[in-house]
Every structure is written in C-alpha cells, then in structure tokens.
C-alpha cells in the first residue's frame, strides 16, 4: 500500500467548491482538466455540501476519474462508504484530528484503503499508531484564506523540520505555489496538496501541469 500512496501524493489536488464556482466551473470540471495536467491524488473536501451532495459529487468524480488516480473523501466516512457501496471508484479517506479516531476509521474502511490524516504538531506525529495511516498532510506551511480557521503559515523552515518526524509519508499543506515545491522536496516530503493554486486557476489544467513539471524537475533527497 505504501508505495502505491507515494505515488499518489507529488501534485494533490483539495477540491473547494466555492472557490470552483467563484471561477465558472463545477468541481468535477475542474478535477478533469487537473486530473490531465498531471495531478497525482484528488481529496474532495466539501466543507459546505450536504452528506447527499456530497456522495453525488464523489460519484460524478469518481465515473470522471476512473483509475487514473486516487479518488479520497475528506472527513466523511460514511460518504466514502456509502460511494463505495455504490460501485464507485473511491480511494479512501482523508480526516483531520478532530474528526474519528484513526484506529476505528481504519478498521472501518479497511486494510486496502487509502488513510491520510491532517497533522500539525510532532506530538500529532508520535500519536499516530503504526498500521493505521498511510500518509500524513502537514501544514500550514503558508498563511491561507482557504482555510478560516487554519493558523498562520509556520514557514518552510518550520516544514522541513517537521517532515523529518512523520512516520509515514507526509505531503505540505497550505498556501503553495510552484516556487516551493523545490525545497518540499529537498526537505523530504513526497508531495505538495493545493487547493486554490488549482481551483482558483483561470486554466486548471496549465495550474496542474506547472505544479507536476516543477515537482518533476527537481531531485528526490539521496
Ligand atoms: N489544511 C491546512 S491549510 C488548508 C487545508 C485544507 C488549505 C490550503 O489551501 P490553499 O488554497 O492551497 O492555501
């Protein structure tokens, strides 16, 4: 499962609906046109959806995607359950650490599933029990209006200490842009996440293939 995840988390893409919407698309266009600029991983994070909307969107995300990469639903297990009940082609799970414990979801969905779990602190990191998640998402590294009521950025400086703690592969979050991915990669991570650096793109696609031919050009740590 691993390695599978690795190569999920270069260029991974947070859907936002209203950031979509505020540029004329829906969220599945804008997953289509990232999904062929070269994004590795969509997170569907419905923050404003209902329980019912949001299945509807995982599956028209889904059926789009098929298998050209992971599908995840955020916070919502049972959304990710029932859309997996249904036939779709879903990942996993991706859940904050306010939402169910990491313990229980894994037992929930499964050992083939695909767990990521949002983490700020190194304590966060040492509380996380071998077995249960595959991939940390580690931030804010930048300051984001995405995010209300995420904290300031803490900085790359503060990322590329941090990184060196998680105990399973880790993407950065918050506030990126092409010109950081370089020192993500340097400093360990196995990828950056998005949100308005894709979904706030007038061309979604160009957004994606930049993020993906900048994390590409530049060396894995030895
Ligand atoms: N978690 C920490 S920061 C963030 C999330 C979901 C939002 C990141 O959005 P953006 O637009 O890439 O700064």
Redesign the pocket.
Same mark, same amino acid.
């Given at each position: 499962m691993r390695q599978r995840v690795v190569d999920a988390l270069p260029v991974y893409l #947070?859907t936002?609906d209203g950031l979509c919407a505020a540029e004329g698309r829906t969220v599945v266009d804008t997953v289509r046109a990232a999904v062929d600029g070269g994004v590795t991983c969509v997170q569907l994070?419905g923050k404003t959806l209902s329980a019912r909307e949001l299945l509807q969107q995982t599956l028209e995300v889904a059926a789009a995607v098929g298998d050209r990469v992971p599908v995840l639903v955020n916070d919502r297990v049972d959304v990710y359950l029932t859309a997996r009940e249904a036939g779709a082609a879903v990942a996993g799970v991706h859940i904050g650490q306010s939402d169910l414990p990491v313990e229980l979801t894994r037992a929930v969905i499964g050992p083939d599933a695909i767990l990521g779990l949002?983490a700020a602190t190194p304590q966060q990191l040492a509380n996380i029990t071998p077995g249960t998640v595959d991939y940390v $998402?580690i $931030?804010?590294v930048?300051s /984001? *209006? /995405?995010?209300p009521d *995420?904290p300031t950025g803490r900085g790359l400086e503060w990322a590329a200490g941090i990184v060196t703690e998680a105990p399973v592969p880790a993407v950065a979050? $918050? $506030?990126?842009r092409a010109a950081d991915l370089e020192a993500l990669k340097a400093a360990g991570f196995a990828g950056a *996440? #998005? #949100?308005? *650096?894709i979904?706030s793109a007038t061309d979604p696609e160009a957004a994606a293939r930049a993020l993906a031919e900048r994390w590409a050009a530049h060396p894995a740590p030895a």
């Open positions: #947070v936002d994070r949002s $998402g $931030g804010p930048h /984001t *209006a /995405t995010k *995420a979050i $918050g $506030g990126l *996440a #998005v #949100v308005s *650096a979904c």
